[in-house]
C-alpha cells in the first residue's frame, strides 16, 4: 500500500501535449477511476504512474519515493492492460508466477501464491492452458490474477472490462471491488464507461483533453457537476440541458416557457444560461416521486417511449429540445400524448451558456 | 475418336504431368538409377551394367568421403550458429535505429547481392599469405611478421571459408529475424517490464520465445544453403589443400566431372542430399514445436 502524488505531471510527444499539468493525489488504499471520452489522456496517464512512458514535466511520487526515472520494475505495482497482454507462450499456471520467478520467490512460495489467486478468481482448472484456448473472460481473469499474485503497493487497471460483455462485465466489477476490500491496495482505474466508474469508485476524476475536470466522490460529481461537460458525461441519461435567458428569476427558454431559477440562486436578468435537469427530476404528473417544496410544471408533448420495466424513459421536446424524463409506475403512453410534467428545482443546476460552469459552484 | 476419350481433367493436367516428368521426375530417376551402376561418363556402355549398391557400399567405406561429410556438418554447425547469434544482434541493433533503419536494412542485404563465385574470390584474395589484406593488415600492425597461410593450413583454411559464408549470409538471419521483432506484440514486452523484468529478462523470457520460429525458418532455409555448399569453397581452396577443405559436394563434383565416375558421384549425392533433408526435417519439428509453444498451431 502506498499513497500515489501526481504533482503538475506534462506529457508531450513532440510539440504535441497530451496530458497538461496534471495534480492529482491519492491516499493509501483508495480506490480512485480516471474516466473521460476516448482520447483524453487517461491511459497516457496511467502508462506515466506505471513507467511505460517518460514523463515531460512534473513529478510522480509512489509512497515517498520520486519515481520519474524508476523503471516499472522498481515501482512496486501491477498493471492489467485492456487487452490482457498475457505470455501467449506461457500456460496460465507460468503467466500467474512469472513475476514471482522474476523476483527470485522459491517454487512452493510460487505455488502456493498461484494456487491461492486461481481460486479466488476460479482458474483452478484453466491452470496448464495456454491463453490461446481460454476465452476473453478467462484471459480478463488470468489477467488479473496476474497482478494479484504480486501483491502489489499500487494497481493499475486500464479499461480491464472493456472487451467483455454486459454480463460478465457486472461481474467482473463486483470481484474487482471484493478484490480491493480484500487486499486493501492502492488503485487507479481506468474506464470511459461512467457506470463502472460510478459503482466502482472512493473518487472519480474526469479527465477532458489533457485536463482534470474534476474530482470527487461519484455523489458529489454527480450531484454537483462543476460544468456541463461533466454533467452530461456522469449519469446516465445525461443530465438535459435547456438553452435560456434569465428573467426576474425565471428562465426564459427559446420558446417563452419559463422556469424558475433553483433555490438560492441570484443570477443577473438577461444572462445566457442553460438550464441542466436529469431525467429523474423530471417526471409526468401521477408518475412522479412525492413533490418537494420547490417544484414547477411544464406541458411537453411526449415523442417517444422507452419502458425499461420499473420506469419508463420519455422523449420529449421541450422549447425545441429534445429532452428525456422518467415516468414511475409506467402506464402506456402513446407518441404526440401532451402530459404535464413537475419538475425538482431544488435538484437542478444553471450552467453559463458561455463558459459551461456551474453557476451554484 | 482417340481425343475424345481422354478424361478432362486428364487433359488439363497433362501439361504439367509432362513439364514435371521432364524437368524433375526423369532426371530424378536417371541419377537415381544410375548411381547404382559404375556409369563413367566417358564410357556410356556402362549405364547399363547393374551393380546393385556397390557405389553406396563403396562411399559408406571411403574415408575420404566421411571426412567430406564430417566437414560439411561441422560446417553447417559452426556456420550457422555464428550466422544465428551475429544476426540476432544485428536484428536487434537495428529494430534500435529509429532514423535511417530503411537505409540500414537496404544496406543489410548487400552481401546476398554478390555471386558467392565473386564472393569467393574477393576473399581468395583478402585471405592470400602474400599480397592478402589480412596478412598486410596484421603485419603492417606488427601484430605478426610472418605470413599466416590463411588458404594452405587445413584449419586456418576452413576458417576462410566459414568466414566467407558468414559474411554472405548473415544477413538473411538478420533480416528474417528483424521481420520476427517487427511482428512481436508489445503488450506482453510491456506486461514484463511491469512484471519486474530487467530488459535482459524481457528479452529471454519474452522476445526469445517469439522469435524462435522465425529462427528456426531461417535456420531450415540455411541449412539447405550451407549443406550443398560448392562454388565459394570451389573457388576459395578448391577444396584442397590436400583435400583439407573437401566438402560433400566439391568431393561429388571431382568424382563426377574430373574422375568422370558418375555412377559414384551420383551415389554420395544422395547420401548428401538424405543428410540435407534430415536436416530439414530436423529444423521444421523444431519450428513446430516454437511455434506450439506460441500458441500459434499447426503448420
Ligand atoms: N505515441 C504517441 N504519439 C503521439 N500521440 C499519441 C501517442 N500516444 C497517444 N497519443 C495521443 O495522446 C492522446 C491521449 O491518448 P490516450 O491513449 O491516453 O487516450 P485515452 O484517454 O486512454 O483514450 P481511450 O479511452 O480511447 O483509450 C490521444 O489524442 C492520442 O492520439
Ligand atoms: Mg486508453
Known amino acids: ?361 | 475418336m482417340f481425343r475424345a476419350k481422354l478424361p478432362p481433367w486428364l487433359v488439363l493436367l497433362l501439361p504439367a504431368f509432362i513439364i514435371i516428368l521432364a524437368v524433375v521426375a526423369i532426371p530424378l530417376i536417371l541419377s537415381l538409377y544410375s548411381s547404382f551402376t559404375p556409369y563413367h561418363l566417358t564410357r556410356p556402355d556402362t549405364l547399363w551394367k547393374w551393380t546393385g549398391s556397390f557405389n553406396y557400399i563403396k562411399a559408406a567405406s571411403d574415408a575420404n568421403f566421411w571426412k567430406a561429410f564430417g566437414r560439411t556438418v561441422l560446417l553447417l554447425t559452426i556456420a550457422l550458429n555464428t550466422e544465428m547469434l551475429l544476426g540476432l544482434g544485428l536484428a536487434l541493433m537495428v529494430s534500435k535505429v529509429t532514423r535511417g533503419q530503411r537505409a540500414l536494412r537496404t544496406a543489410m542485404m548487400f552481401p546476398m547481392m554478390f555471386s558467392p563465385i565473386l564472393v569467393g574470390f574477393q576473399f581468395k584474395f583478402i585471405f592470400n599469405d602474400n599480397v592478402g589484406l589480412v596478412n598486410n593488415a596484421l603485419q603492417s600492425l606488427g601484430l605478426t611478421d610472418v605470413a599466416i597461410p590463411w588458404l594452405v593450413d587445413g584449419n586456418l583454411a576452413m576458417f576462410a571459408i566459414i568466414f566467407a559464408e558468414v559474411w554472405t549470409s548473415t544477413s538473411v538471419f538478420a533480416i528474417l529475424i528483424l521481420a520476427g521483432l517487427f511482428a512481436i506484440p508489445q503488450d506482453p514486452l510491456e506486461a514484463a517490464k511491469v512484471d519486474g523484468c530487467t530488459p535482459w529478462q524481457s528479452f529471454r523470457f519474452v522476445t526469445l520465445p517469439f522469435l524462435m520460429p522465425f529462427i528456426y525458418i531461417a535456420m531450415a532455409i540455411r541449412s539447405l544453403d550451407v549443406a550443398r555448399a560448392y562454388d565459394i569453397v570451389q573457388v576459395m581452396t578448391n577444396g584442397g589443400p590436400a583435400r583439407r577443405t573437401e566438402l560433400l559436394w566439391t568431393l561429388i563434383g571431382r568424382t563426377g566431372y574430373v574422375d568422370a565416375r558418375m555412377g559414384y558421384a551420383n551415389a554420395m549425392g544422395y547420401i548428401a542430399i538424405l543428410m540435407s533433408i534430415g536436416f530439414t526435417i530436423y529444423f521444421f519439428l523444431k519450428l513446430q514445436t516454437a511455434r506450439r509453444e506460441l500458441g500459434m498451431g499447426e503448420m
Open chain 1, 1 to 361: 500500500m502506498a499513497q500515489v502524488q501526481l504533482k503538475n505531471v506534462v506529457k508531450k510527444y513532440g510539440a504535441l501535449g497530451v496530458v497538461h499539468g496534471v495534480n492529482l493525489d491519492i491516499a493509501e488504499g483508495e480506490f480512485v477511476v480516471l474516466v473521460g471520452p476516448s482520447g483524453c489522456g487517461k491511459s497516457t496517464t496511467l502508462r506515466m504512474v506505471a513507467g511505460l512512458e517518460d514523463i515531460t514535466g512534473g513529478d510522480i511520487v509512489i509512497g515517498d519515493r520520486v519515481v520519474n526515472d524508476l523503471p516499472p520494475r522498481e515501482r512496486n505495482l501491477a498493471m492489467v492492460f485492456q487487452n490482457y497482454a498475457l505470455y501467449p507462450h506461457m500456460t496460465v499456471r507460468e503467466n500467474l508466477g512469472f513475476s514471482l520467478k522474476i523476483a527470485k520467490k522459491s517454487q512452493p512460495e510460487i505455488d502456493r501464491a498461484v494456487d491461492e489467486a486461481a481460486n479466488i478468481l476460479s482458474l483452478t482448472p484453466l491452470l496448464d492452458r495456454k491463453p490461446g484456448a481460454l476465452s476473453g473472460g478467462q484471459r480478463q481473469r488470468v489477467a488479473m490474477g496476474r497482478a494479484i499474485v504480486r501483491q502489489p503497493e499500487v494497481f493499475l487497471f486500464d479499461e480491464p472490462l472493456s472487451n467483455l460483455d454486459a454480463k460478465l462485465r457486472t461481474q467482473m466489477r463486483v470481484e474487482i471491488k471484493k478484490l480491493h476490500q480484500r487486499v486493501g491496495s492502492t488503485v487507479i482505474y481506468v474506464t470511459h464507461d461512467q457506470i463502472e466508474a460510478m459503482t466502482l469508485a472512493d473518487r472519480i476524476v474526469i479527465m477532458r483533453d489533457g485536463h482534470i475536470v474534476q474530482v470527487g466522490t461519484p455523489l458529489q460529481v454527480f450531484e454537483n457537476p462543476v460544468n456541463t461537460f461533466v454533467a452530461t458525461f456522469i449519469g446516465s441519461p445525461p443530465m438535459n440541458l435547456l438553452d435560456g435567458t434569465v428573467q426576474a428569476g425565471q428562465v426564459v427558454l427559446a420558446d417563452g416557457t419559463t422556469i424558475p431559477l433553483p433555490p438560492g440562486l441570484h443570477i443577473a436578468d438577461g444572462r445566457r444560461v442553460q438550464f441542466g435537469v436529469r431525467a429523474d427530476n423530471i417526471m409526468p404528473e401521477g408518475h412522479a416521486l412525492p413533490p418537494t417544496a420547490h417544484m414547477a410544471f411544464v406541458d411537453m408533448a411526449v415523442t417517444l417511449t422507452e419502458p425499461l420495466g420499473t420506469e419508463t424513459l420519455l422523449y420529449a421536446t421541450l422549447a425545441g429540445t429534445e429532452i428525456q424524463a422518467k415516468m414511475l409506475n409506467p402506464r402506456p403512453v402513446s407518441p404526440g400524448e401532451t402530459m404535464r410534467f413537475g419538475v425538482a428545482l431544488d435538484k437542478c443546476h444553471i450552467f453559463d451558456a458561455d463558459t459551461g460552469l456551474n453557476l451554484r459552484g
